[in-house]
């Protein structure tokens, strides 16, 4: 079992209260430490706009313990901007392609091959987990 009883009812209301915080923000990812949750898990939602018309969709997602377990060789620059720092932009390189492994909120490893905006954001979020905040 992934989590105790207890904590079950816990956990998911801290990931609805992510996922609201996040989205009140205008963000398309929000990890626990930003919120002051000494977790290694973070929330995720990609929908297209006026910004970027051109990213791939990803329906809600939460990654709990993720690990990049390969990366392209390809690295692109693009400009990211960060909740915890809402008015600063930076021109970020990122790796193109990455393949991820997580489990998900109810304790089942997942594996994404991620590209593009995906991985960018994947990439982001995992570094607030690692203590990273602006790369």
């Known amino acids: 079992m992934f989590l105790k009883?207890?904590?079950?009812?816990?956990?998911?209301?801290?990931?609805?209260q992510m996922f609201y915080t996040m989205k009140r923000a205008g963000g398309v990812g929000l990890a626990s430490p930003q919120i002051n949750k000494p977790l290694q898990m973070f929330v995720v939602e990609i929908?297209?706009?006026k910004i970027r018309p051109e990213v791939k969709p990803l329906k809600k997602?939460?990654?709990v313990n993720p690990k990049i377990t390969s990366y392209s060789k390809k690295l692109a620059n693009d400009w990211e901007g960060c909740l915890s720092l809402p008015a600063i932009r930076g021109l970020v390189p990122r790796y193109t392609d990455?393949?991820?492994?997580f489990?998900?909120?109810?304790?089942?490893?997942q594996i994404m091959k991620l590209s593009g905006?995906?991985?960018?954001?994947?990439?982001?979020?995992?570094?607030?987990l690692n203590g990273i905040l602006i790369k």
């Open 61 to 63: 997602t939460i990654v």
């Open 103 to 109: 489990y998900n909120q109810l304790g089942k490893k």
């Open 5 to 16: 009883t207890a904590n079950k009812s816990r956990f998911q209301k801290l990931i609805q």
């Open 98 to 101: 990455i393949i991820v492994e």
């Open 47 to 49: 929908k297209k706009s």
């Open 117 to 128: 905006f995906q991985a960018r954001v994947f990439q982001h979020e995992i570094d607030h």
